[in-house]
């Protein structure tokens, strides 16, 4: 079991039946004088006592709604939207109340990593405004905040073209992250990881989001708190971070090796083994309320950090951002799967 916890508070409904009661009721016999047909003639003074006659009942009046709740779409949708967002190197689910993504999901492969056709230098930050206004993310709400504009998919993701690595600095691809020791140190490594995953697989997909989970108070009692950066304030800032990663084998109808990886949004030591942070995926879709692998049938799937070492390689933030501007590293393969 990973030394990660998740601390996911399940709300626990009860359910209180009525009774049902039975009403039995009870009818005596009704002892009814039949008139025996005789060839005796009646006295004219008796007479026969009629059977009773059945009177039907009303029919039941068609019980008719007398509201109409869905009227109110006349008006609108109220939600929620996840604002689907597909660009050239990334698609993912905005979430408009936090106004961070959800989830952005991401291709590499050994091609795309050895392409260069995008320099950093020439994309900037910028919002996304495909989202409405009163919806997204403001370059404003940053400024002085105290936190990097926290990539979700990396820039050095998406160097096989200009166009795809300033999708990558659109602000729908950004959460609020802490720089020094996380953003610009683990986090980083994490992403160096799986772009070395491509040595042993050649394709791997990723999917990278933001959570926001439970805390236990001095009380005893779990509580989900976190800041919110802008004025008035605006950008929510996640406590943790996951990775959902699917490493295809290539072959169709082949293998793939997952693996979840949840990290707090905190300064991170680099002699951290990254296995320390390894999570189940349903943890993951409980605490983030999606799902990530509902069509792969078990049998095809394998657990990643089986197949391969799951460690991160340090390297420094000067050294990586040169990277992105001139050749890629050079490239040192990952263990070989074990047999």
């Given amino acids: 079991?990973?030394?990660?916890?998740?601390?996911?508070?399940?709300?626990?409904?009860?359910?209180?039946?009525?009774?049902?009661?039975?009403?039995?009721?009870?009818?005596?016999?009704?002892?009814?004088?039949?008139?025996?047909?005789?060839?005796?003639?009646?006295?004219?003074?008796?007479?026969?006592?009629?059977?009773?006659?059945?009177?039907?009942?009303?029919?039941?009046?068609?019980?008719?709604?007398?509201?109409?709740?869905?009227?109110?779409?006349?008006?609108?949708f109220p939600g929620p939207v996840s604002d689907l967002r597909p660009t050239p190197s990334t698609?993912?689910?905005?979430?408009?109340?936090?106004?961070?993504?959800?989830?952005?999901?991401?291709?590499?492969?050994?091609?795309?990593?050895?392409?260069?056709g995008g320099d950093r230098r020439h994309s900037f930050f910028v919002e996304d405004t495909t989202i409405p206004a009163k919806f997204r993310a403001k370059l404003q709400d940053y400024h002085r905040s105290g936190y990097d504009r926290g990539h979700q998919v990396p820039a050095a993701d998406a160097k096989w073209a200009q166009t795809a690595m300033d999708s990558t600095f659109l602000l729908s691809n950004m959460c609020p992250q802490v720089g020094d020791g996380f953003n610009r140190d683990y986090w980083a490594h994490l992403e160096d990881f799986c772009r070395r995953l491509t040595h042993d697989f050649p394709s791997v997909r990723i999917?990278?989001?933001?959570?926001?989970?439970?805390?236990?108070?001095?009380?005893?009692?779990?509580?989900?708190?976190?800041?919110?950066?802008?004025?008035?304030?605006?950008?929510?800032?996640?406590?943790?971070?996951?990775?959902?990663?699917?490493a295809e084998d290539g072959k169709t109808g082949g293998n793939v090796s997952l693996a979840a990886f949840v990290?707090?949004?905190?300064?991170?030591?680099?002699?951290k083994p990254l296995t320390d942070f390894l999570a189940p995926i349903e943890a993951v879709e409980k605490a983030s309320g999606l799902e990530f692998a509902t069509k792969l049938p078990e049998q095809r799937r394998l657990k990643l950090c089986e197949q391969i070492k799951c460690s991160i390689l340090v390297r420094e933030y000067a050294d990586r951002?040169?990277?992105?501007?001139?050749?890629?590293?050079?490239?040192?393969?990952?263990?070989?799967?074990r047999s």
């Fill in 1 to 76: 079991m990973s030394k990660t916890t998740i601390a996911i508070i399940a709300g626990v409904s009860a359910f209180t039946g009525a009774a049902a009661t039975a009403a039995i009721f009870s009818t005596r016999e009704r002892k009814i004088a039949q008139v025996v047909p005789s060839a005796v003639k009646s006295s004219p003074t008796s007479t026969t006592p009629p059977y009773p006659t059945p009177i039907p009942s009303p029919p039941s009046p068609t019980l008719l709604n007398p509201v109409d709740p869905s009227g109110l779409f006349q008006y609108g």
């Fill in 263 to 271: 990290l707090p949004n905190k300064p991170i030591a680099n002699d």
């Fill in 321 to 337: 951002q040169r990277n992105l501007q001139g050749k890629p590293p050079e490239r040192t393969s990952l263990p070989a799967p």
């Fill in 91 to 116: 698609t993912s689910a905005f979430d408009r109340r936090t106004r961070n993504p959800l989830w952005v999901a991401e291709h590499i492969t050994p091609i795309s990593l050895s392409m260069s």
């Fill in 207 to 246: 999917v990278t989001g933001p959570l926001y989970l439970p805390h236990r108070d001095s009380d005893g009692k779990f509580r989900v708190s976190y800041e919110v950066i802008g004025n008035p304030p605006n950008v929510a800032v996640p406590t943790h971070f996951y990775k959902v990663i699917f």
